[in-house]
Each structure stands twice: as structure tokens, then as C-alpha cells.
């Protein structure tokens, strides 16, 4: 008798443990990968991160809070001319204020990101459409084939998000709220 009982706590025991490792074998299955490549940002051009990256997975390892970033991307920004078309200070030109409210096609990172290296024509012809209106002499220019690195356009586009107005809805800083979309 002792036996029998024995052998059924052996063999629920048993069966505990099996659920347990098929559980914990699908949740690490489901899991990313802790040992998944990081992207180093500063050797990769911007055309090549967004051949490799989907649509809307492109996020900012930057924040304006920043000094020594906005600091450093205000110097990439006039070093690659951005500011002959959008101004010194990104007050606007013959293209758009960077000083206002308006997100032309939208002020999400991936959206910033894919505009300034595809250029407004191709970012267009990739799905994305326009949703603010400025008054705007001639399309963005594809400019990642001119930057650098990744990294440079990160740093670019934190001092462009360091110039959002501070007059305006702070909710739309980084684009139109998933909600309102």
C-alpha cells in the first residue's frame, strides 16, 4: 500500500514538473533574446538601419534633456546644412520652423528618422502620408545618404526635438498620441 501512495506522489510530482518545464520553455521561447545584437549607432549609415528596421520600430537612445546631446546635435545640424533650409536656429526658412508645433507627417522617432534619411518623396512612397500643413517651397531632401552614421541623426534630431514650441501641447512632442491616431 505504502508503494502505491508512493508511486502516486512520485508520478504527480513528475507530471508538476513536466507542466513547469513546458511553461517555462514557452515563456522563454516567447521571450526576446538577452543576447540579441545591439545596434551600434555609430557605425551604421541611416539608409541601412531603415533597410533593417520595420516600419514604426525606430526609437531615439536620446532624450533633449539631454544638454551635451542637443549641444552636440545643434553642431551636426549646421555642420550638415540642414540649417540653410530650416534656419540657424530652426526658426524655418524656405522648409518648416522646427520651433513650432507642427509635425508635418507626424513627430514620432521613427517617423523623424525615416524623413530626413528617405527624403519627403520616398517616405511618401513608404506608406507615410502628410498630416500637419506648413508653407513649404520644396520637399525634404533624402539626406541619409549624406549623414554619416545613425548616431549623428540621432543627435540631430534631439536638438530638433529640443526646439518644439514650448507654447504647445506637450502630449503632441512626440507625435500625434496613439490614441488620437
Sequence with gaps: ML???LSGAALAALALVAVVCVHDGATAADAPKADAPKVDYTKITPPDLVKQTPKGQLKNPYNDTQADIVADGEHKFLSYSCNGCHGGGGGGGMCPPLTNDVWVYDGDDDTLFRLVTLGSVDLQKAGYSR???????????PFGPLIKS????WRI?????????????????YGTPPELR
Design 3 to 5: 508503494n502505491k501512495v
Design 131 to 141: 498630416h500637419g500643413s506648413e508653407n513649404v517651397v520644396g520637399p525634404m531632401p
Design 150 to 153: 545613425s548616431d549623428d541623426l
Design 157 to 173: 534630431l534631439t536638438f530638433v526635438r529640443s526646439k518644439y514650441s514650448s507654447n504647445a501641447d506637450p502630449k503632441y512632442k
